[in-house]
C-alpha cells in the first residue's frame, strides 16, 4: 500500500504502520504456539519466527487492501 498514515501531526509510512500491527499479532502467535510446545517440532526456530512474521505481514497487508477498496 502506498501512502502515509497522519498520526496527531506526524506522517507514517503505511508499511511501518502495518510493520506494527504484524508484531502485535506476532507477539499473540508466538505466545500461543510457546503455551502449546509447537517450538519442539521446529529444526529453526528464528528461521521460523522470520518466516512466520512475513508471512503475517503479507496477510495484514493484503487485509488492508481489501479494506480500503
Do not use: K
Not at 496527531?8 to 508466538?30: D, E, N, Q
Not at 521446529?42 to 496477510?59: C, E, P, Q, S, T
Amino acid at each position: 500500500m502506498i501512502g502515509d498514515v497522519d498520526v496527531s501531526g506526524v506522517f507514517l509510512p503505511t508499511l511501518l504502520v502495518l510493520m506494527g500491527i504484524t508484531y502485535l499479532l506476532f507477539l499473540v502467535i508466538h505466545a500461543v504456539l510457546t503455551r502449546v510446545h509447537f517450538y519442539r517440532l521446529v529444526w529453526h526456530r528464528a528461521l521460523f519466527n522470520v518466516g512466520l512474521y512475513a508471512l503475517l505481514l503479507g496477510v495484514v497487508d493484503s487485509f488492508s487492501r481489501y479494506l480500503m477498496t
